[in-house]
């Protein structure tokens, strides 16, 4: 056996400095124009929990959390020990025509939360589970329609995108999937309509919507589930970003109390160092679909259920317990918004602060004032949502807060942090907010020479 003395972090410190001339050149030019002309590209160089750290070692509170990968937070030590122990193990990794233990010990563990469920189908991405959910339910059903909400987002491979209500993502690619129907979010008449016609295998829904940081009604998903057994129409949750502990419960749908038919679960079950998605479901329903040995591996991925992959959901999941974190995201999150809700009868541009857990939506609207009312119709005009880039360009900038705006055109940012942040954290946060909100309420002033900046960049991209 050929020895190699390779060290990858070397290659990271040596190339370090050219990512963004490689990214131009190899990969996302457009990405890296982004990054630097809203001043983002300070070159990350290390992550330790809710913290990053970039180039000049300037230390960042990480409100993104990779789109919600890092519950657990970055690097966390159970989590590299056990990827450590599996590659000095020499495990008889992806056989394919043998069974996986560790595949066995993570489905066992998963549906220990959720009990009503007997089945765990495992894929790579959050995006993998939606379309074996698809096939699932008109597999299970004979029926062909999937209904989804408006506003969704369910992924972007084909049959995810068609569930995925954003034009930004649709545009170029269509026609999509054929028999997939919006309905508006929180609307169980236009529901009960959809699924009269008997025809519909699924109806697909995140309890709390991540594009925008929607929140059902009290009403909406147990009458939901209700329309769906009286119809025969399969419930599918996906919990791919609100799941394994985000929104202060195992899963998002336990606040209100119902079992769906499936759980789509991704994301923060990778630790965030190995990709995984996990489908959970009914015994009836996946027998329907794996129905004779024939037919054993009639639906699968070739690197699902790789050793990494499980060894990354059983330690996080032990990660999770032993450290509460799902009781501290309740715990953090309740402060944080009730901290962030008392901002809003003093800032007419703040409108409302809403989600659950460490799952926070942070809207803003048009003012009333006329002086801000000018400047705040100036950004629109020039781009839908503009205004949440003033704030959240200098909370990166100015207080070291990395976070995002919930989605295209909107006026809500969006907290996703890591599950262990502190009270410290949380009043880094709240400050932060305060100063540059309070900031956007002073015309002319530093944030609206950022506005004229962006407007000017927007004008140019749309000459």
């Not at 050929?2 to 030019?29: K, Y």
């Not at 169980?188 to 929140?215: C, D, H, Y």
């Not at 007419?348 to 006329?370: A, W």
Request: glycine share 10%.
């Amino acid at each position: 056996m050929v020895s190699s003395n390779l060290d990858v972090s070397e290659i990271f410190v040596e190339r370090e400095g050219q990512r963004g001339a490689m990214h131009t050149r190899h990969l996302n030019e457009q990405l890296v124009r982004v990054l630097k002309t809203i001043g983002y590209d300070v070159g990350f160089q290390k992550g330790q929990g809710q913290y990053l750290f970039d180039r000049q070692g300037a230390r960042y509170l990480d409100l993104l959390s990779g789109f919600g990968v890092f519950a657990i937070g970055r690097n966390h030590p159970a989590l590299r020990q056990a990827l450590k122990s599996v590659l000095d193990a020499d495990l008889p990794n992806l056989v394919q025509l043998d069974v996986s233990t560790l595949a066995g010990v993570l489905a066992e563990r998963l549906l220990e939360h959720v009990p009503y469920l007997d089945k765990v189908f495992f894929a790579n991405s959050g995006a993998e589970t939606v379309e074996a959910a698809i096939k699932f339910a008109r597999g299970a059903t004979g029926r062909p329609g999937i209904v989804y909400c408006g506003h969704s987002f369910h992924g972007l491979s084909y049959g995810a995108l068609s569930l995925t209500d954003d034009s930004n993502f649709r545009g170029g690619f269509e026609p999509l999937l054929p028999g997939c129907t919006p309905i508006p979010f929180n609307n169980l008449e236009a529901l009960e309509k959809a699924l009269s016609s008997r025809q519909v295998g699924a109806f697909i829904v995140e309890p709390i919507q991540g594009k925008g940081v929607n929140m059902p009604t009290d009403e909406f998903l147990p009458g939901a589930l209700a329309l769906c057994r009286k119809y025969g129409t399969l419930f599918i949750a996906d919990e791919i970003q609100t799941g394994i502990g985000r929104t202060g419960r195992f899963l998002a749908i336990e606040h209100w109390g119902i079992e769906p038919d499936m759980v789509l679960l991704a994301k923060a079950l990778s630790g965030g160092h190995v990709p995984i998605g996990a489908l959970l479901t009914r015994k009836n329903i996946f027998d329907k679909i794996f129905n004779q040995m024939d037919r054993a591996v009639v639906h699968g991925s070739t690197f699902a259920k790789n050793d990494l992959a499980m060894a990354a959901g059983i330690a996080t999941l032990d990660v999770i317990k032993a450290e509460k974190l799902v009781e501290n995201a309740a715990k953090r999150g309740a402060e944080l918004r009730l901290a962030l809700t008392r901002m809003v009868p003093g800032y007419e541009l703040m409108k409302e602060v809403r989600g659950k857990g460490l799952m926070i939506g942070v809207e803003f609207g048009p003012p009333k004032s006329l002086r801000l009312k000018a400047s705040w119709n100036l950004l629109e005009t020039a781009n839908k949502g503009l205004f949440c880039q003033l704030i959240t360009v200098p909370l990166f900038k100015d207080h070291k807060i990395l976070t995002q705006v919930a989605g295209h055109g909107l006026h809500t940012i969006k907290l996703l942090p890591p599950l262990m942040i502190t009270e410290e954290d949380c009043t880094w946060i709240e400050k932060s907010f305060d100063d540059v909100i309070a900031g956007s309420h002073k015309v002319p002033g530093a944030i609206w020479s950022l506005g004229k900046t962006l407007v000017d960049n927007a004008v140019r991209k749309s000459a």
